[in-house]
């Protein structure tokens, strides 16, 4: 069964909202409590919403298996992106709240293109 675009792109949605609750938990946790910089806990709690996003996407977002091929390729590209909006954030002193915000919002967007045109790119094979 062929998926439109706006229906992968609504599932992939509605687990961001899952995942960006949790990312923005252990951000803000790491961040205010254990102390971390921004960029650090950006990489981590992305570390936590990655791997959640990761299986629920491959599954329900994109009806495909969650290989560990996959897994790393997602991890790295979408690492890169979260790192780099937390050294920026850092370099610009801006306040934690706005680095969640536009990782938030930077992270549907690309993350979305990024999942559906290189990760799991070969839906016909499956």
Avoid at 21 to 38: D, E, K, M, N, R
Avoid at 55 to 62: L, Q, S
Avoid at 66 to 73: C, D, F, K, N, V
Avoid at 95 to 115: C, D, E, H, Q, R
Wanted: aromatic letters at 20%; charged letters at 10%; hydrophobic letters at 55%.
């Amino acid at each position: 069964m062929v998926q439109s675009l706006a229906g992968r792109f609504k599932r992939y949605f509605s687990i961001g909202i899952l995942n960006t609750a949790l990312h923005w938990g252990v951000f803000l946790i790491a961040c205010y409590v254990v102390g971390l910089s921004q960029a650090s806990s950006n990489l981590l709690a992305f570390a936590f919403a990655v791997t959640f996003s990761f299986f629920m996407n491959a599954r329900y977002t994109f009806r495909q298996s969650a290989s560990m091929a996959r897994y790393a390729l997602y991890v790295m590209g979408m690492a890169l992106l979260s790192y780099g909006t937390g050294y920026i954030a850092d370099q610009l002193n801006m306040w934690p709240l706005f680095t969640l915000i536009a990782f938030s919002a930077i992270s549907l967007g690309a993350g979305f293109v990024y999942a559906n045109y290189v990760v799991f790119q070969n839906r016909d094979e499956e």
